[in-house]
């Protein structure tokens, strides 16, 4: 199937895909996704994982780039990165843009340091031509030997009340650069003992019921900008035993249902091996979909795959054309992602008044 007519381009705004290159013009792949097939986002990274340049490696470079990214959008892109401060920062020191402490530090420092640091985050972004910052962590350091959030300071603390006090500050700052948020990663890595990057991680003996705190309270503030799954599996939560981004029990009767969560589901990074190491592309979209996830991301840093969004929007065409989804349901997630983007243009307010569950 090959079918980009416009009664179905708007599923190319379920994607955010990530590219290699500081610039592009019109033969270039990302290019046509884009300009033809209507894709919802971008994903920027500084360097790749041989450490080489892959998006920008300036302020002047990343505004060049974001500049043109939208300038082939007919609607506004998505434009993400993992913001978060200290060891997760794609806008880094040594490419001329501001050191940012990370989580752990910003919340030692209270909330006076945590408001300084964000709102540096937040102006740098937006001066970047960047609207969407796939942060703040909220996952709780419970695990201090964590390899992958404790290790690098990556949460506010192990304290619920600490992580959604810091994390309100952060996401503030944010909105009042007209930037939208992203929480990770739920249900909840802050138990784990182990990288999803690298393969399968099981939290069910280690995960805590208080994980879900602070998404809970911070969907209960009005936050409905955006959630990030995570790939972990917990079979008290999902009895398949498969990882969070594809479970429904998971992401639409937990996240959705039971915490009322209204605004747009991220995948994690499909090419993480905890998903290719159990599902082929195809697969993994479409259990996502069919999960509840309303943005399938595909970083282009851990691997390389051009052609994700035509690979993808088949693979969720495949699943209306067999009644397997209900094109209702596709088109509930195409307006969430256009309420997001109406809120970062400012027409909409950041907080919903919608009740949650």
Not at 28 to 37: F, G, K, P, S, V
Not at 201 to 209: A, I, R, S
């Amino acid at each position: 199937m090959d079918t980009y007519d416009e009664s179905v381009k708007f599923l190319g705004q379920m994607f955010m895909v990530g590219f290699r290159g500081q610039t592009i013009d019109e033969h270039h792949w990302l290019h046509r996704d884009i300009a033809e097939r209507n894709l919802g986002g971008v994903l920027l990274f500084d360097r790749n994982i041989d450490r080489s340049v892959q998006n920008f490696d300036s302020m002047e470079s990343l505004q060049h780039l974001t500049g043109k990214l939208q300038e082939i959008s007919d609607s506004l892109l998505f434009i993400a990165v993992d913001q978060e401060g200290g060891a997760v920062c794609r806008l880094k020191k040594c490419d001329g843009f501001p050191e940012i402490c990370g989580a752990a530090d910003m919340a030692a420092g209270g909330s006076e340091v945590t408001q300084r640091h964000a709102a540096k985050i937040a102006e740098t972004l937006s001066a970047g031509g960047i609207n969407l910052n796939f942060a703040p962590v909220v996952d709780m350091a419970i695990n201090k030997e964590n390899p992958i959030i404790a290790k690098f300071g990556r949460s506010f603390g192990p304290d619920a009340d600490t992580v959604v006090t810091m994390s309100k500050i952060f996401i503030n700052e944010h909105h009042q650069c007209g930037i939208g948020c992203c929480l990770k990663h739920f249900p909840g890595h802050g138990s784990a003992g182990q990288d999803s990057h690298k393969g399968f991680v099981d939290v069910t003996h280690c995960w805590k019921q208080e994980e879900l705190i602070p998404f809970q309270r911070l969907i209960e503030h009005g936050f409905c900008d955006g959630v990030m799954t995570a790939h972990l599996v917990h079979t008290g939560l999902e009895p398949a035993g498969i990882p969070a981004t594809l479970s429904w029990a998971v992401l639409t009767g937990l996240l959705r249902e039971r915490l009322g969560f209204t605004g747009v589901i991220f995948s994690d990074d499909l090419q993480m091996r905890a998903i290719t190491n159990g599902w082929t592309y195809r697969e993994a979209v479409q259990k996502a979909v069919l999960a509840g996830v309303d943005v399938l991301v595909v970083g282009n840093n851990l691997g390389f795959q051009d052609n994700a969004l035509k690979e993808g929007v088949n693979a969720v065409l495949e699943l209306i054309d067999n009644g397997k989804i209900d094109e209702h349901r596709v088109q509930q997630s195409i307006q969430k992602i256009r309420q997001f983007k109406e809120r970062i243009k400012g027409a909409l307010p950041w907080n919903s008044s919608q009740p949650t569950a």
